[in-house]
């Protein structure tokens, strides 16, 4: 059967299970587009391609399923590059479709060219310039493959516009095989042996799980793992959700703004067992200070991230969910005497720390934008609710005050820290779980750099709700230059914003506001069951820090408190 | 810790870009290139990578899991305290006037070099060996006034067991 690159490409879209890509139309692409329209494949429209590739990753982390992005050729193609470089620090399985220039074209500067495999290298898993055609349902299979096995993270594939118009031979899927790709799935059992015994004579143990857990789906092993052995859990800002935060084991989100429990745990413990985490500077401060007193055990699929920045006693590499498994049953073997017995000294040491220095805030005259996160949270609790970010303190703030009982509903641009995220991964997370309220925790700086995206929100009728916490500052780094330049407020302060209510009224969404503490609980309640796409702009306390804050580079126990 | 120089050894694909990506992986994460020899191998579609890197121990360590990251790069081998056969070779133009030509003469003759091109004023040197060979007569050919250098930089094999 002769099949088109286009007709390919659609083939395998549905060999592949997509049923919804987001993107963005152009010259390149303008033959795939042709082909699309004849499926039944959902397509979103988004109104700039970092918001598609944004969406695509929203789309994976509420779905489990590779997202997918296709954009045309030159600026379509650059304007993916940030998205594309935080589904790869924070491992989404995505794959970018890009258009490229016909082939007799390449490096000749033609219009709308790029080299977008070459610019994209280093922030994808993999990427892809198809030159010839009878390799393009391969390299499509492959780049599938690779987004969602191993450690997860985007593939990109280029298509000369000659190539999505040539013609070729069709034959039905076999299985991927590549021989350079080995991904450790079975971690070695004699390092699980060591790690059992260190359990076992442990006398404060900790276990410090992170993304990696969400993406392999191993929170009901993790969960029953800190639960037979009776080890408080911190998790990092990816890690949110891997463990019920209402478990009485839980210890809150470590690191720079991390709880001050969590935080001390590390520097206390005597066993910490990381789980899925890559050791972010923004989660062990100082390196050398970072549990020093402790024997680290570190389980990850990948192996560059064990003893990348911290020594580890025992590495295991391997999938979270299988490494779990095994541990649990080698946990079950085991006779670990009267675990609450001995576990009381080491509990009773968090509980005065979560007593001493619980999170906290002053209310006042204004509206503190954790209190909205608070109220956020209450009146969502009972619902199935999936939270977004974008940077910054909202981002602190939602990670802080919401608080997870399962995975895969905190979706935050981790790893890169891109503000402008949260909108478009609300999006994408909505067209993956339409019956779910999908809420935005936004600032008024980052909702603007991605605002465009109300107008696709509303054209496909994605009720998603925009919690705006209105500072008027760019908040995080105001609190940076208060806390450590001296208060010189260098081009920080966005006095001039647009009125976000009326802004959302002119995209044909929602829009309302709050002044005072008294309000917010009113207009959560009429924003988040309104039926439609809504705008809630919180006029918050412009000053407010996020605490406990350690600076960077001290040692995490280092913590500046409220 | 100390900083020294390894030798690794990498089957890639050869495919176009693969280069660029172990080139990127070095320069984006800091790591050092001392040198690097690139050519086919006998099996269709895989190439050789000889790269000499200057680092120490926990780094090496680091790059040897990043490059076995690459989709493209089959095997990643450490050549560095293991028994291994090391090469590199030179071509060296230098300044030849009638009183010192027999002195250069006996030098490549010491050394087992060729002269691979000769002028009224230069001789072209080929010369092979390890690199404290190539250092040796670097430095006595320079008094004498060395114009132009090129090196492959160092290949390497494993030795078979005897």
Known sequence: MKLTGAQILMKVFQEEGVDTLFGYPGGAVVDIYDELARTDIRHILVRHEQGGVHAADGYARASGKVGVCLVTSGPGATNTVTGIASAYMDSIPIVVITGQVPTHLIGNDAFQEVDIVGITRPCTKHNYLVKNIDDLARILREAFFLARSGRPGPVLVDI????????????????????????????????????????????????????????????????????????????????????????????????????????????????????????????????????????????????????????????????????????????????????????????????????????????????????????????????????????????MWAAQYYHFEKPGHFITSGGLGVMGFGLPAAIGAQTACPDSLVVDVAGDGSIQMNIQEMATAVQYGLPVKVVILNNRYLGMVRQWQELFYECRYACTSMEHAPDFVKLAEAYGAVGLRAEKPEEVEAVLREGLFSPRTVIMDFKVQQTECVYPMVPAGAPITEMLLV | MTEENHVLSLLVDNEPGVLSRIVGLFSGRGFNIESLCVAETTEPGISRITIVTKANAPVVEQIKKQLNKLINILKVYELTGQDFVQREMALIKVTAKPEHRAEILRIVDIFRCKVVDVGQEHYTIEVTGDQGKLAAIISLLKPLGIKEIAKTGIIALFREPK
């Not at chain 1, 590390?266 to 100082?286: M, N, P």
Request: glycine fraction near 8%; include cysteine; hydrophobic fraction near 40%.
């Open chain 1, 160 to 395: 000369p516009k000659d190539i999505a118009r040539a013609t070729a031979g069709y034959k039905s899927p076999k299985a991927v095989k590549m021989p350079s790709y080995n991904p450790t799935y079975n971690p070695n059992m004699h390092q699980l042996q060591k790690v059992v015994k260190l359990v076992q004579d442990a006398r404060r143990p900790m276990i410090f799980a992170g993304g990696g857990v969400i993406l392999s789906k191993s929170a009901p092993e993790l969960t029953e793992f800190a639960r037979k052995a009776k080890i408080p859990v911190t998790t990092s800002l990816m890690g949110l959700g891997a463990f019920p935060g209402s478990d009485p084991l839980w210890l809150g989100m470590l690191g720079m703004h991390g709880t001050y429990r969590a935080n001390m745990s590390t520097s206390a413990c005597d066993l910490l067992i990381a789980i899925g985490v890559r050791f972010d500077d923004r989660v062990t401060g100082k390196t050398d200070a970072f549990a020093a007193q402790s024997k680290i055990v570190h389980i990850d699929i990948d192996p560059t991230s064990i003893r990348k920045n911290i020594p580890v006693t025992i590495p295991v590499v391997g999938d979270c969910k299988i490494t779990l498994g095994h541990l649990n049953r080698l946990i079950e073997a085991l006779d670990l005497g009267d675990l609450d017995d001995r576990r009381r000294e080491w509990l009773d040491t968090i509980a005065a720390w979560k007593s001493t220095q619980p999170l906290a805030y002053q209310q006042g005259e204004t509206i503190k934008p954790q209190f909205v996160i608070e109220k956020l949270y209450e009146l969502t609790r009972d619902r199935e609710t999936i939270i977004t970010t974008e940077v910054g303190q909202n981002q």
